[in-house]
């Protein structure tokens, strides 16, 4: 039968008030690309939509883009969400997020940030690693 | 929302019963294992059987981009707040290349949902989930009956299929539900291109969504124009030519006008069905469909490991070697995996052999 080697299941999401969504799109390409199904939610999600999809698509990791500066609060919110939820699933950012910022993030349960830099490789390693990481 | 906490490592009985109490991550959990397939599938299958068989099973099919996700949305959304408990399983195509998938489905409902979120207490009622193809449709044969059946086990009514109307799979999917909705759109073509898709003898209900759009009535015409020649030519669409004419619904998904009007005449099709003594057959065809494909792939992975095996080589070897031909290969091949005839006094009831 199939194989235990499953494709990972992401879900994208712009949470909050930000219509920046070129970035998300060409990440979801990305991943998709990279072997993984891409539950794409598009915009202007809140924390509670974000853990409802997760939840019904048996999320392996969720995917934040974030262009508007609200990630200081959205970001530990979203993870405070899924703890509410009970949902151990890793979450990514990616986006314009300022260097100092990141380490604050990670303190908060984010699992990964990604910047503008970043490749296609590091995108879907980052992914993977972040799921490996909370299994 | 269901607070039973649930183990990582929880057993399929576990996840079973935490999903029948209302927990919706151990649902979740177990669409993956049924999506994986294989043993843990069979045992949800097993487990689910005697809780099903109460659901309105109805499948939306259509072209891509004739809206048959925002139309699930508004139908979702109009049934939760009927008090209805609606599940959805939207099917969207896996790359044949890297075996990854964007799964949209969600972000067209998810423009018509937003009420679903807003009014947690209608959200609790309903459950979508996305499953990609992945490339084998054998798997999708299998893996959507058994999701669906996990559905109607867990109280979901009705469970909606979404799938492109493309593949047979995609399109046995459908045409295997109670009710099967075909969605067509102004602008896609006559008739004459919908009669090639192949789509329109499956339907039981047809859409035509964007009816704001020019062009729309044009539709209607051609759709009823060619339900008046298969009524002509004895080629009734539906369930052995007893009367039944697809009535066509006309429906704006994305202003949000009509979505009443095409679940009334997908209620209206099954009364229909009740009355004309055909929702046994159909219930009969779809298990017919699923017993059939479960055989299949069971089949052929034996297949698969007959032609891995040491006689399945060397019978290739003397293929090419001359001394057989691939008919008589296949012959001996298909002997040794299952005995050279099927017993005719079978009996159904008995424990299967191995």
Redesign the interface.
């Known amino acids: 039968m199939a194989g235990t080697d499953l494709p990972l299941r992401v879900v994208l999401a712009k949470l909050g008030l930000d219509g920046h969504d070129r970035g998300i799109k060409v990440v979801a390409r990305i991943l998709r690309d990279a072997g993984m199904e891409v539950i794409y939610l598009g915009l202007r999600q809140t924390t509670d939509s974000i853990v409802a999809a997760a939840e019904q698509e048996d999320a392996d990791a969720i995917g934040l883009s974030m262009h508007n500066a609200g990630h200081m609060t959205l970001g530990p919110n979203m993870v405070k969400a899924l703890r509410d939820a009970e949902l151990e699933i890793p979450v990514i950012i990616g986006g314009i997020v300022p260097d100092d910022d990141v380490q604050p993030l990670l303190d908060a349960g984010i699992a990964a940030v990604l910047g503008p830099g970043a490749s296609a490789e590091e995108v879907a390693q980052t992914v993977r690693d972040a799921v490996s990481a909370a299994v | ?1 269901a607070t039973t ?2 183990s ?1 490592n929880a057993s399929i009985d576990e996840l079973y019963t935490a999903a029948r109490g209302g927990n ?2 151990a ?3 177990l ?2 294992l049924v999506e ?3 043993r843990d599938a069979e045992t949800i299958g097993e487990l689910a059987n005697p809780d099903a068989g109460a659901a309105h099973i109805v499948g939306i099919t259509g072209a891509p981009g004739a809206g048959k996700s925002t139309l699930t949305g508004r139908l979702v959304v109009h049934l939760a707040g009927a008090g209805r408990r609606p599940a959805v399983l939207a099917v969207d195509p ?2 044949p290349l ?7 489905d ?2 067209r409902m ?1 423009d018509t949902t ?1 009420d ?2 807003v009014a ?1 207490e209608v ?1 609790d009622r309903t ?4 499953m ?1 193809t ?1 490339g084998h449709s054998g ?1 999708l044969a299998l893996a959507v009956p058994l999701a669906v059946r996990l559905f109607d086990a867990m109280g979901y009514d009705p469970v909606i299929i979404e799938t492109v109307g493309v593949g047979q799979v995609e399109v046995d999917v459908v045409a295997a539900a109670d009710t099967a909705v075909v969605v067509m759109t102004p602008g896609m073509g006559d008739a004459v291109q919908a009669n090639k898709a192949g789509l329109l003898e499956v339907a039981d209900v047809f859409v035509v969504n964007k009816a704001d759009r020019p062009g729309a009535n044009d539709v209607r015409r051609d759709l009823d124009l060619m339900l008046d020649l298969s009524h002509l030519t004895g080629q009734d669409t539906t369930d052995g030519g007893d009367g039944y004419r697809p009535p066509i619904v006309m429906c704006s998904a994305l202003e949000g006008t009509g979505e009443a009007d095409v679940w009334a005449a997908v209620e209206a099709h099954l009364i229909s069905l009740d009355e004309r003594g055909q929702r046994l057959r159909r219930r009969h065809h779809r298990i017919r469909t699923e017993v059939r494909a479960r055989m299949s792939q069971a089949l052929a ?1 034996r297949i698969d490991e007959a032609m891995d095996s040491d006689v399945g080589r060397e019978l290739v070897a003397h293929v090419t070697d001359g001394a057989l031909s691939p008919t008589g290969a296949s012959a001996k091949l298909l002997d040794a995996l299952l005995g050279p005839q099927l017993e005719p006094g079978l009996d159904p009831r008995s424990e299967p052999r191995s």
């Open positions: 929302m906490k649930l990582r919706r991550r649902l979740g959990r669409l993956t994986r397939g294989g896996s790359s890297t075996g990854g998938a964007i799964l949209g969600r972000i998810s937003e679903l979120t947690p959200g459950f979508i989930r996305s990609a992945r798997g992975n």
